[in-house]
Antibody, heavy 119, light 111 residues
Framework: EVQLVESGGDLVEPGGSLRVSCAAS????????MHWVRQAPGKGLEWVGL??????????HYAAPVKGRFTISRDDSKNTVFLQMNSLKTEDTALYYC??????????WGKGTTVSVSS | QSALTQPRSVSESPGQSVTISCTGT?????????VSWYQQHPGQAPKVMIY???KRPSGVPDRFSGSKSGNTASLTITGLQAEDEADYYC???????????FGTGTKVTVL
């Protein structure tokens, strides 16, 4: 069974940093492209970014609101993808989902990890 | 890049049909066939219902169908059932600065 388990969400002050993780199982993680998608409380879904597999260059792409502040990385030996968030703003408060990519659509979703940015 | 435009809510009686529109631009919805639709029940993670405009993943009832015309994609649910009551989001690959853009979301209510 394909499973994604996010962790690391926390309460952080504005301007702070946080790294959240997503542990994958049940599929060939090194071959997968992985997304992060977020959902602010009571709001809609927002694409955050993507990391391709090493075979496709391990390239990363980011949404405009987070570019330059967030970094996605992966450790294929641990079947884990990371989202490093710096210079956090109150508007980054959201549930952060890790999602597998399947030919340009988001296939399997984790349950999410909550990031709260507040003083 | 702005979110794709969806109606805020639609409602219909059980057994009837609803269609949700998703309007983008020639840079996203109109540029390719990578439009997908996601169903989200309260407190749950989203689930893909349609991908590549009109393809259904295994396990998704054939009551769900997708289509596209120009810059507007649509999701149609026929034979509405109580369990279809949820939020629905479209998403398009854009290939530009922001690779993917979601719709604003539509709440489907089964009366």
């Amino acid at each position: 069974e394909v499973q994604l388990v996010e962790s690391g969400g926390d309460l952080v002050e504005p301007g702070g940093s946080l790294r959240v993780s997503c542990a994958a199982s049940g599929f060939s993680f090194p071959d997968a492209w992985m997304h992060w998608v977020r959902q602010a409380p009571g709001k809609g879904l927002e694409w955050v970014g993507l990391i391709k597999n090493k075979r496709d260059g391990g390239t990363t792409h980011y949404a405009a609101p987070v570019k330059g502040r967030f970094t996605i990385s992966r450790d294929d030996s641990k079947n884990t993808v990371f989202l490093q968030m710096n210079s956090l703003k109150t508007e980054d408060t959201a549930l952060y989902y890790c999602v597998t990519d399947y030919f340009h659509h988001m296939n399997v979703w984790g349950k999410g990890t909550t990031v709260s940015v507040s003083s | 890049q702005s979110a794709l435009t969806q109606p805020r809510s639609v409602s219909e009686s059980p057994g009837q049909s609803v269609t949700i529109s998703c309007t983008g631009t020639s840079s996203d919805v109109g540029a390719n066939n990578y439009v997908s639709w996601y169903q989200q029940h309260p407190g749950q993670a989203p689930k893909v219902m349609i991908y590549d405009v009109s393809k259904r993943p295994s396990g998704v009832p054939d009551r769900f169908s997708g289509s596209k015309s120009g810059n507007t994609a649509s999701l149609t649910i026929t034979g509405l059932q109580a369990e279809d009551e949820a939020d629905y989001y479209c998403c398009s690959y854009s290939g530009s600065y922001t690779l993917y853009v979601f719709g604003t979301g539509t709440k489907v209510t089964v009366l």
